[in-house]
């Protein structure tokens, strides 16, 4: 296999509804990675696609967000044969913990699951600008943005897709009544 819609769509990583998103957007359709990557086979031809872009770029280090990115930040390191280190929120913010840590020298890939608004990922890239590493650019398995969402740095997927999403107000299922699913794993301040 070597198409990264056929793993998503293989593994029901794709989801059909009414979600709200992270983001606080709501949207038709979920892409859940965690289904894709709970098999190592998967996770591993994905990691693949995405660390082959970055080849050339001598990355030591792919620091990822807990908890959704860090089997796939791990995956993309392997790949990358690259350190793996991941951030966790602390009273709201990210941080490294754990003794995990960068420096000036340190060249990083940021590894995230699904790039929509881009909001974790740029909270994970401060960390490493606050240690002075260089970002070398984000690895993702699916940019829902197909492309259009600026970040700050270069961004590589497995998969570019446009996935619509809506503001609350602008949702047409919630104005025919839908019930709404939060699938995501972290709650909005």
Request: a negative charge.
């Amino acid at each position: 296999m070597n198409n990264a819609e056929e793993i998503l769509k293989m593994s029901d990583a794709l989801l059909e509804g009414h979600f709200l998103l992270t983001s606080g957007r709501h949207g038709t359709q979920y892409m859940q990675c965690a289904k894709a990557l709970q098999y190592p086979e998967y996770a591993e031809e994905l990691a693949q696609m995405v660390a082959e872009k970055f080849a050339n770029e001598e990355v030591d280090t792919v620091l990822a967000p807990a908890i959704g990115g860090i089997v796939w930040g791990h995956e993309l390191a392997r790949a990358l044969r690259a350190k793996s280190i991941f951030a966790e929120r602390e009273d709201g913010k990210m941080t490294l913990r754990r003794g995990f840590e960068m420096n000036k020298n340190t060249r990083v890939v940021i590894a995230e699951d699904v790039l929509t608004t881009g909001g974790t990922i740029m909270e994970v890239m401060e960390i490493a600008k606050a240690h002075g590493a260089t970002i070398v650019g984000v690895g993702v398995v699916v940019d829902r943005s197909n492309g259009k969402k600026e970040v700050g740095a270069r961004v590589e997927a497995a998969l570019s897709t446009e996935i619509i999403s809506y503001t609350p107000e602008e949702c047409p299922l919630c104005k025919q009544g839908e019930p709404i699913v939060k699938p995501g794993s972290r709650t909005k301040p």
